[in-house]
């Protein structure tokens, strides 16, 4: 695992080093740099949402199956091939997206959290990841209050977004994930506490960033269900 981090954290150090090349500033490098990852990302998060939706609005007839196969488990899980092959959806297709990110976003965390380890400790990045952005005099180190809380916040909205969209997708939101709504971001808040501030904008600004992805997400899918209904009306 240690060794696929670093394969993908040596090409992000290198487009992170070309950045702060081109800009002259490590901050402005970072939010460029995130900016980029996160649109790079999209598409993966665009297959999420359209595969949560086509479940979404499967589900009806995946009850029905299972109430009427609810003890022969076979025969159920038969129908259940069938029913997904009809509709040309993949059960999987909306963990597989997030499964490709993880190992990115591995990637950018061990890149941000040690810079000189997968950019080179030339004096120029010596310098760079010292450098100040903003209100915060040392990239390096960690800012305590500000931009931790407002990563927490960011995080905060970004989560719950994201929930009310799988809320009503076949085994939704539990109880576990519903707490997890409030515990995930008061984390990310003592995490950036001691994350250097570097690390802790790239957080920040990707959740701020996750949010209108978000709010495109519920238009795709209020879209997509929208067309779902007409067909379904005509159908009558």
Known sequence: MQTMIGWIAKPLGWFLGWL???????????VIFTIVVKLCLYPL???????????????PRMKELQNKYANDKETLNAKLA??????????????????????????????????????GTSER????????FLWMTDLSQPDKWILPIAAGVATFFAFSMQQNQQQNAPGGAGGMMKSMKYIFPIMIVLMGRSFPSGL?????????????????????????????GKKGGKKK
């Open 20 to 30: 702060y090349d081109l800009v002259g500033s490590y901050g402005i490098a970072i």
């Open 45 to 59: 998060y665009a297959k999420q949402m359209k595969s949560t939706v086509a479940m979404s609005k499967v589900q």
């Open 82 to 119: 069938e029913l997904y092959k009809e509709e040309n959806i993949n059960p999987a297709g909306g963990c597989l997206p997030m499964i490709i990110q993880m190992p990115i976003i591995f990637g950018l965390f061990a890149l941000l959290r040690n810079p000189l380890a997968y950019m």
């Open 125 to 132: 990045m010596l310098f760079a990841i010292h450098e100040s």
């Open 200 to 228: 802790t904008i790239y957080w920040c600004l990707s959740q701020i960033i996750q949010i209108f992805y978000n709010l495109r997400m519920n238009k795709v899918r209020a879209r997509l269900l929208g067309e779902d």
